[in-house]
């Protein structure tokens, strides 16, 4: 097993929901609720979910976007919480980098490519500007961009393209680890494929620890080692990509698995064969009592809407929330 | 240029860019003719005499502009029957020539109202980025003194300055600033409140920029469109109020020429030497359009995604 990089526990977000005059708290918006997982060196961990499962906000809170509410995040073995602003800024930003979702929007428009790559070797070190404009053109070869895009502007480039240079911004540092959220979801399904190989490519030449944050289960599989699956702020099965695939256990991986592979009937009078989950997740401001996924589960039992089920160990790589697996 | 088959060559542009040669020649023109305008005025302005070279009997203006000669008040423009080649735009009341008038006014005019956009939207523009980057608390108190500024009657506390510190020059200034930035740091800090939830911004924190570089370098960079636009605008704006407070006598003092006291100084003829109002009108307006179509396509240039390939 590889070193452990980064670690969350019990990681908790909250966000109050105030109302009137004197904004009085009047509920918690339960973004995640206390999840705890660990990201190894050279390997990729996954979070996977609907919309509204809290994996955005999980990247945020480990780029120190957002706050905590509680947990804690470990930064080789160590709590984040008692950096200090400077130790932060030299050990952890430099090292923790990350690529949005959207290639559009994650670049200031005003800036050269050359200037947008090269920022966080300007805030971050002491080098020479020439000396950062022969690192800038190393990276973006790096990432398959060639030297004259260099002093082009973002909206210049085709959607892949921007992924590049996104791609090559947080390699600048020579980071290690890096958050994608949801690299490709915004790119044509014909630019897909390359950026992940991209991606796996620098993995294997860097060294680079991954948390892909997905809902493409094709693009999770590919690339990661280890899948967390999310449902309204927890984690419902954890463990590594392969076995999860092969053995899901928790019905909610099993209707994503289901959804995600399409396999039309023969006969064409026939329905789909997919499980298709019920309605929307529930709100949560108010989450359901005991299991969280009750209300959708086409498992569920009695005690499921009286008990909340425990993270359990089913096999070394494989852990899941559900009251049927004991 | 002479080319070699110009009407292909024509033909197949327009078919491409679909755009008219009418259309580029006008898109030329709102250029060209702007910064003619302005660059004759800024010349005007400062070339009106050489008394800063120690020349001030040498310069554009033919005459002094504050020589009366009471012979020759209330003639009319050289080109109307009555005028005098001597004086091309005719002279006032008191036999002031008012070509010379304006040539001096555009210096006064000019440097008041450069002076004061420039203050204006350089406080403006710090306190907006600030105001927008940090929010909270420090946001809402600045907010309501922008409130508080932009419903304060400016010319009051205009007259309240010259009664303090004396009409003049620089009083001008200060009571066309005083006030003036309250405009730039509430559009601004708008413009800074939506970019600062950008996801650039996100990245540039993730990058580990501190908060003074995002303002200065992703903040600043994007709101510049807008400020040029204001700014713009505000030419127009500050040499009007320049005449206004001029017209009521706590601006630019009398002898001295400035636009707007000239045009306040025709009005009470205006129904039989309408010229005395009416050039130094031309003027104003001649470089509040300008000002208007050169910061339009300033505009155009600075956003790169506006800038043809």
């Avoid at chain 1, 999310?230 to 994503?256: C, D, R, S």
């Avoid at chain 2, 020589?67 to 209330?74: E, G, I, N, S, Y």
């Amino acid at each position: 097993m590889a070193e452990v990089l980064l670690e969350g526990q019990n990681l908790t977000k909250h966000y109050p929901v105030t109302k009137g005059l004197l904004q009085k708290t009047v509920g918690w918006v339960r973004a995640i609720d206390g999840i705890s997982f660990t990201v190894e060196q050279g390997r990729t961990l996954s979070l996977v979910g609907e919309s509204g499962a809290g994996k955005t906000t999980t990247a945020k809170m480990i780029l120190l976007l957002e706050k905590l509410t509680s947990g804690k995040i470990l930064y080789k073995g160590e709590d984040l919480s008692k950096f200090s602003a400077a130790r932060i800024k030299s050990q952890y930003r430099p090292n923790v980098q990350s690529v949005q979702q959207n290639p559009w929007s994650s670049m200031n428009p005003r800036m050269r490519v050359r200037d947008i790559v090269g920022e966080p070797l300007v805030v971050n070190t002491k080098m020479t500007k020439q000396e950062i404009r022969e690192k800038v053109l190393e990276i973006l070869d790096d990432v398959g961009l060639k030297a004259e895009h260099a002093s082009l502007y973002p909206h210049e480039f085709s959607g892949g393209q921007r992924q590049r240079i996104a791609v090559a911004r947080a390699l600048a540092l020579n980071p290690n680890m890096v958050v994608l959220d949801e690299p490709v979801s915004a790119l044509d399904v014909s630019i897909r494929a390359q950026i992940m190989n991209l991606l796996k490519d620098l993995q294997e030449q860097h060294n680079l620890s991954y948390l892909v944050i997905a809902h493409n289960l094709a693009t999770v599989r590919y690339m990661s080692h280890t899948v967390a699956i999310m449902y309204l702020g927890e984690i419902v099965e954890y463990g590594e990509a392969e076995e999860i695939f092969q053995n899901p256990l928790h019905p909610y991986t099993k209707a994503l698995i289901s959804a995600s592979v399409l396999v039309l009937p023969e006969d064409e009078t026939e329905e789909i064969q997919q499980i298709i989950l019920k309605g929307e997740m529930p709100s949560p401001l108010n989450p359901p009592p005991g299991c969280r996924f009750h209300t959708r589960c086409n498992e569920a039992s009695a005690q499921c809407s009286e008990a909340v089920p425990e993270m359990r160990r089913v096999k070394e790589n494989h852990q899941v929330k559900c009251h049927h697996y004991v | 240029m002479v080319s070699i088959i110009p009407n292909v060559k024509e033909k197949t542009r327009k078919q491409y860019t679909g755009v008219s040669r009418g259309t580029r020649i006008m898109k030329n023109l709102t250029l060209i003719l702007p910064v003619m305008v302005l660059t004759l005025m800024v010349i005007c302005a400062i070339f009106a005499n050489l008394s800063w070279l120690g020349l001030p009997q040498y310069g554009l203006a033919p005459h002094d502009p504050n020589k009366t000669a009471p012979r020759d008040k209330f003639l009319p423009p050289a080109f109307i029957e009555g005028g005098k080649s001597d004086y091309l735009l005719g002279t006032d009341k008191l036999g002031r020539d008012i070509l010379s008038r304006v040539i001096h006014g555009a210096r006064v005019s000019l440097s008041v109202s450069l002076l004061a956009i420039f203050i204006t939207a350089g406080v403006g523009t710090m306190l907006g980025i600030f105001s927008g980057y940090v929010g909270g608390r420090v946001d809402g108190f600045l907010m309501r003194i922008v409130d508080v500024a932009l419903s304060f009657p400016g010319l009051l506390l205009a007259m309240l300055l010259a009664v303090a510190v004396g009409p003049g020059f620089w009083t001008v200034v200060f009571a066309l600033s005083v006030l003036g930035w309250a405009f730039y740091a509430r559009l601004v800090r708008g413009e800074s409140l939506r970019i600062r939830q950008s996801d650039f911004v996100a990245q540039a924190r993730v990058n580990g920029a501190s908060p003074f570089r995002i303002m200065l370098r992703h903040i600043f960079p994007n709101v510049v469109n807008s400020l040029i636009v204001l700014m713009t605008l505000q030419v127009g704006m500050m040499i009007l109020s320049e005449a206004a407070l001029s017209y009521i006598g706590i601006g630019i003092t009398a002898p001295q020429a400035s636009w707007g006291s000239m045009v306040s100084d025709g009005r009470a003829e205006l129904d039989r030497a309408w010229w005395i109002s009416t050039f130094p009108g031309v003027a104003i307006g001649l470089v509040v359009m300008s000002g208007n179509f050169l910061g339009d396509w300033i505009r155009d240039k600075l956003d790169p995604r506006l800038r043809q390939v």
